[in-house]
């Protein structure tokens, strides 16, 4: 009975969700986002008839295309900016972190508030301050490609950076409200405490019948 015990423990842990709660605003800046990112997600169709239209070109008929090369750059671009914010609010970005799932998610919520506010926001602060001239010059300037036969509207593709940049901001401020409202309210349970709750009961129910 002892190793059930043990059992159902570690199961608890291991199963524990490690989501966290959802508010107004995280539910309806989420779903914007993610619609917005299923949306994108044909980038990569378009990229992949885009790549095979021109290998096709230049290695059937010997005619390759500066345009069709540019294109495929931009695409990626734009697919893998606006895969950043998708992938925050998903959580299903690469964590490189070797201590973090041995955590509570209590701890794991602290650290990355704490991450939010001493990293990110800075960082998008900072992508901003230099983004925007750098997207208004090219623009007043009209710029295009330097490749002879380039594609035109250079400026338009330095706008995804800030385009990009504001939907991660977006995700990031849906993220903290989700942090916070786990850490600071007063009526929230963590699903570790619900599920070791839930084993405490078993393990009375499974007393009363010994």
């Known amino acids: 009975?002892?190793?059930?015990?043990?059992?159902?423990?570690?199961?608890?842990?291991?199963?524990?969700?490690?989501?966290?709660?959802?508010?107004?605003?995280?539910?309806?800046?989420?779903?914007f986002l993610i619609g917005l990112g299923n949306a994108f997600s044909w980038l990569w169709v378009v990229l992949m008839l885009v790549i095979i239209i021109n290998v096709l070109m230049r290695y059937l008929f010997g005619e390759g295309r500066i345009e069709f090369e540019e294109l495929q750059w931009h695409l990626y671009a734009l697919g893998w900016l606006v895969g950043l914010s998708y992938c925050m609010v998903t959580d299903s970005h690469v964590r490189v972190d070797l201590l973090r799932d041995r955590f509570s998610l209590r701890t794991q919520a602290k650290i990355e508030l704490f991450g939010m506010i001493i990293l990110l926001f800075p960082f998008l602060i900072l992508v901003f301050w230099y983004a925007i001239p750098f997207f208004l010059y090219s623009w007043e300037l009209g710029e295009v490609s330097a490749a002879p036969g380039g594609l035109p509207f250079r400026w338009f593709m330095k706008s995804a950076l800030l385009f990009a940049f504001a939907l991660l901001a977006i995700a990031a401020i849906s993220r903290m409200s989700r942090v916070c409202a786990f850490l600071f309210s007063p009526t929230q349970t963590s699903p570790e405490e619900t599920q070791l709750s839930t084993l405490d009961a078993e393990k009375k129910e499974s007393s009363s019948w010994k």
């Open 1 to 31: 009975m002892q190793n059930n015990n043990h059992q159902l423990t570690d199961t608890a842990h291991r199963s524990a969700s490690t989501g966290l709660p959802h508010t107004r605003l995280s539910t309806w800046l989420d779903g």
